[in-house]
């Protein structure tokens, strides 16, 4: 049993709701404990280092020294992007110095050392025992789902702080996609921005950032589009019907792409129903793709058992014709020995 | 007991402005053993000179303190004019009461006593110095040159024209280094290969010079005038005295090779010539690809050789030579931008080429003859953007110099393309445009004029879509977001020093900056010198340099090689490191302390307490040793000595200082 302490963010009983849906169908089944980090706060988000660098910090570092002090031990789970980016940047910020421990210490007045690891859930879903439990409780895997796995910025940078070596093209959910049988496709916006709050704020330059996502993803292939942020979903999911909108109005396709968390899917290919993991309650309708493609499924699995059968066929048949011929083979080398046998028997009998 | 004479200097107004020089005189006179202090308003001048020369003799003095400039600067004015005197010209010493003095202060007062102070240190130190003598080293009469580009071609050709043998060792199968590989040469437009090829042919025809292709400098010793060093060539598998050159084998050969020439746009076969005008102008085999050799199945090549000159049984040949001088031309590589720049697709868009490649795509030699093909589908682009400063200016991602060439050959593709595509569109992302040289602004003009938009920004990222390459960057003069949808990107990226360069440097003990470019001796006064005496510097190893730069440094290496080759012996430097054995504990830390490889422990036997006992010591390399002392401070039982500057004589340096 893993065990972990969870900081759950505000998004996770409001607009990301589904994610925490399916990250607890999928924990539960794969036997990752996750423990609510008694009376946690708001980890401040941009509005806390807009205020002030200290309150940045010291807001974030007050849920990690209850963690401390409450769930000794236990690495910090933050599913959401968010919370996980300003919880790393003030651990990264305490393990700088004792000056700085001291100074967190001042503010939120209780001790923090800065123990334990901050985590997002993809890096939990990165160890071999998780995967191999994924695998294990695989029912059906999501065949013919091309998917495009969707970062966003916020799990990846600022490098240094997220340890992140790969901020372009990173991997984990690639990985696990492949694991439940999705097929990745290889794409250029996997950490772009999705606009964030500036959608609300100024939506008219923030708006075509969302619409190039789609665009991008949709230009190599993707059926959806899988995430791991809660405000990514949200800026995508429930923005895909004013894009497209938008787009219908200028004349061009809308896109049909819908939005998933990755926990979602694998949770999906556990057996769960998709309303069992919360695809029932997307902005963009969710369901049918997962349907076409589940019948896309069945028909390939048809098509390959067909191909196998008739292989095999071929195989026996051409199996039955050596054996045919190697008969003939040995009843005519049989033949002539017994006329040698005869034709000696007669010049012995002569 | 010693007669010292003091000679202070006003230096105009540049000492004598901020330190009351006479009273630092005066305070002199009472210095024990001074016998003689003069001032002067300019004591480096011919009437100051012929004033000390006449003190020495009026004065009888032998050991003499100047009190003026730096060191660095007259030091070795006085040596030279002590040599004309009965004193030794090592028993002198330059208090600095300028550089570290009058100039770094403004108070009259404290920079007097400071004055005064240098002074008695400086008397306190002559006072112990012992009189030191040059011996005489050797030159072999030969230049060793390595790598075989146009810096090195240049360098070997200058010093083979003055009629000394040259020695060119080059890695590759064939000189010509980068300068070959390029299509035309800024501003003139000249074609590359058509100056360089005959360049090759000149060293490889000129009877002077000896050129060791394939090969690389296996192991150094040595010193100035006397360097031995040994060079591997590597097994070309062809008797190259029965080689004509023909070709048969490399027509028929049947494995194909990714060809490097060609920047990997085009296949070479695994017997090979690197391009058609090589020199030498004969194949050798690869052995990693060649299927006789790595499978042991084929020999296609043996069998048609007409004069059978196919040597499936060649291996490394070891020749050791002495060389009285050794020229570094070894050269740069461009940087290896994939794994430094994911946003630009990390390689995995066959669009976005490197300048190298474009070189190659436009020259009429290369693997499209000359038409400007994109390597995707081998179509005509017609939008192109070119990105300059990859990997150079750039120090979070690769490195922050300016690579200095790039400016003017982006300029010079922008003008390739538009000429030879003229309904196309050239974007240039820059971050400056910077064009110092001759006739080089007119030329970035003359593109402007051409039609290519400069765009001031860099390009943040760059991705597929619908057969076209997207390019988002800023325009910052306009501040505004740029969005370009290119069929073809140029990438201009940062130079950096050629493989290896690190392990040869330090065979050879010549110093590196951080980013490994070979550092000179001295940044202006003497630039194509390294540290190390006998090794000098040509083009690009020293740092990013154009094709003019490069062969002028050549040049200028070439002449320091033909003044040090035209000397029968060289006065060896007497400040260098000397072990007193008595003390010497065998320990070695001064071994692995020294740069320069000049100190060794050898067994030596002693006569100590009427036993003979052999032990190990110190032994330093007279021709080696640079004086730099770090041995001597290393040494903890203080058997290192630099003459010149013992441990007594700085001891008792300090000791005068503190005496207030």
Redesign the interface.
């Given at each position: 049993m893993m065990k972990y302490a969870y900081f759950p963010g505000c998004s996770a009983e409001t607009t990301g709701k589904s994610f925490t849906i399916s990250t607890s169908y999928v924990a539960d089944k794969i036997g990752v404990e996750l423990v609510e980090i008694p009376d946690w706060n708001c980890c401040g988000t941009s509005a806390a280092a807009l205020t002030s660098p200290e309150l940045a910090v010291a807001l974030p570092a007050r849920s990690l020294a209850i963690s401390e002090r409450e769930l000794p031990g236990l690495d910090v789970v933050a599913p959401c992007a968010g919370c996980y980016r300003s919880l790393k940047a003030s651990l990264a910020y305490a393990r700088e110095s004792q000056e700085n421990r001291d100074q967190i210490k001042r503010i939120i007045n209780a001790p923090y050392e800065a123990k334990a690891d901050v985590l997002t859930l993809l890096e939990v879903f990165e160890s071999d025992d998780v995967r191999e439990a994924i695998t294990a409780k695989v029912q059906r895997k999501l065949r013919c789902l091309k998917v495009a796995c969707y970062y966003g910025c916020a799990m990846v940078r600022p490098a240094d702080v997220c340890e992140c070596d790969?901020?372009?093209?990173p991997q984990q959910m690639d990985e696990l996609m492949r694991l439940i049988g999705a097929e990745p496709v290889?794409w250029?916006?996997k950490t772009e921005c999705c606009g964030a709050a500036q959608q609300m704020t100024v939506p008219v330059q923030a708006k075509p950032m969302i619409e190039r996502i789609f665009?991008?993803a949709a230009?190599n292939g993707a059926d959806c589009i899988v995430t791991s942020c809660p405000l990514c979903m949200l800026n995508l999911d429930m923005r895909e019907a004013e894009i497209n909108a938008a787009r219908v109005a200028r004349g061009e396709e809308p896109f049909d792409i819908p939005c998933y968390y990755f926990t979602e899917l694998i949770g999906l290919a556990m057996g769960a129903e998709p309303d069992e993991v919360g695809i029932g309650i997307h902005f963009h309708p969710a369901k049918t793709l997962l349907l076409q493609r589940e019948l896309d499924a069945l028909e390939l699995e048809y098509a390959e058992n067909e191909a196998r059968a008739a292989e095999e066929r071929k195989k026996a048949e051409m199996a039955a014709k050596i054996a045919a011929k190697k008969a003939e083979k040995a009843a005519k080398a049989a033949a002539a020995k017994s006329t040698d046998v005869a034709a000696e028997a007669e010049e012995v009998a002569r | 007991m010693s007669r010292i004479g003091v000679f202070i200097c006003y230096c105009g107004s540049n000492i004598a402005g901020t330190v009351d020089v006479e009273a630092v005189a005066e305070m002199a006179r009472t210095l024990p053993d001074v016998v003689h202090v003069e001032t002067n308003k300019y004591t480096c001048s011919d009437p100051g000179q012929e004033g000390v020369r006449n003190a020495i003799i009026s004065h009888e003095i032998d050991r003499v303190v100047v009190a003026a400039c730096s060191p660095r600067m007259h030091e070795p004015t006085w040596r030279k004019l002590l040599a004309d005197t009965p004193v030794n010209p090592y028993m002198l010493e330059v208090a600095n009461i300028r550089e570290q003095c009058s100039w770094v202060h403004k108070d009259r007062e404290v920079a007097t006593a400071k004055a005064m102070d240098l002074v008695k240190m400086a008397v306190a130190k002559v006072a112990r110095l012992q009189p030191l003598h040059s011996t005489e080293i050797p030159v072999h009469k030969k230049a060793l040159v390595i790598g075989g580009g146009i810096a090195g071609m240049q360098t070997a050709l200058d010093i083979a024209d003055a009629g000394f043998k040259v020695t060119i060792v080059e890695r590759e199968t064939s000189l010509g280094g980068k300068m070959v590989m390029l299509d035309k040469t800024f501003p003139t437009m000249d074609c590359s290969a058509c100056i360089c090829t005959p360049k090759m042919s000149e060293v490889g025809n000129h009877p002077n010079i000896t050129v060791k292709s394939y090969s690389e400098v296996e192991n150094v010793s040595g010193y100035i005038g006397n360097f031995e060093v040994t060079i591997r060539e590597k097994a070309k598998y062809i008797d190259y005295n029965l080689c004509t050159g023909c070709g048969a084998c490399e027509t028929k050969c049947p494995q194909k090779v990714v060809n490097d020439f060609e920047q990997g746009m085009s296949e070479r076969t695994a017997i090979y010539k690197m391009f058609p005008q090589a020199v030498p102008a004969k194949p050798v085999i690869d052995a990693a690809h060649c299927r006789k050799l790595a499978q042991g199945k084929c020999g296609v090549c043996a069998k048609v050789c007409p004069t059978g000159a196919i040597n499936y049984e060649d291996e490394d040949k070891l020749t050791t030579e002495t060389y009285g001088a050794v020229v570094f031309a070894t050269g740069y590589k461009l940087i290896d931008w994939k794994p430094l720049y994911?946003?630009y697709?990390?390689g995995?868009y066959p669009d976005v080429i490197t300048g190298l490649q474009f070189e190659r795509l436009v020259n009429a030699s290369g693997p499209t003859e000359g038409h400007i093909l994109r390597p995707s589908d081998n179509s005509e682009p017609k939008d192109v953007v070119i990105i300059k400063c990859v990997g150079s200016r750039d120090p979070n991602k690769g490195k922050a110099y300016c690579s200095r060439a790039c400016c003017m050959y982006s300029a010079k593709h922008a003008h390739q393309y538009l000429d030879k595509v003229p309904d196309g569109r050239c974007y240039v992302f820059y971050m400056d445009v910077r064009t110092p040289g001759k006739g080089y602004d007119e030329f970035y003009m003359n593109t402007l004029h051409d039609g290519a938009q400069y765009i001031r920004g860099r390009v943040s990222?760059i991705?597929?879509?619908?057969g076209k390459l997207i390019c988002k960057g800023e325009d910052t003069l306009t501040s505004q977001q740029v969005t370009v949808e290119a069929d073809m990107v140029v990438l201009e990226t940062a130079m950096v020093p050629a493989d290896g360069i690190d392990e040869l440097a330090a065979k050879f003990t010549v110093g590196r900056d951080a980013d490994s470019w070979l550092v000179e001796a001295h940044a202006k006064l003497r630039p194509v010198e390294t540290n190390t005496a006998g090794i000098y510097l040509a083009g690009t190893c020293q740092g990013p340099k154009d094709i003019p730069d490069s062969v002028c440094q050549a040049g200028a290496a070439a002449s320091k090689v033909i003044g040090l080759l035209n000397k029968d012996v060289l006065q060896s430097n007497p400040q260098i490191s000397h072990v007193n054995e008595a003390i010497c504990q065998g320990d070695g830390a001064c071994v692995g302390i020294c740069p320069y490889g000049a100190i060794q422990i050898v067994q030596k036997t002693f006569r100590e307490n009427s036993r003979k006992v052999t032990r190990p010591v110190a032994q330093v390399n007279p021709g080696l040793c640079q004086g730099c002392g770090a041995c001597t401070v290393t040494c903890r039982a203080g058997a290192m000595d630099l003459l010149g500057y013992t441990n007594e004589s700085i001891m008792r340096e300090v000791d005068a200082l503190c005496q207030w």
């Open positions: 790969n901020v372009e093209d290889s250029a916006f665009q991008n230009a | 994911p946003e697709g990390g995995a990222k991705y597929q879509e619908g």
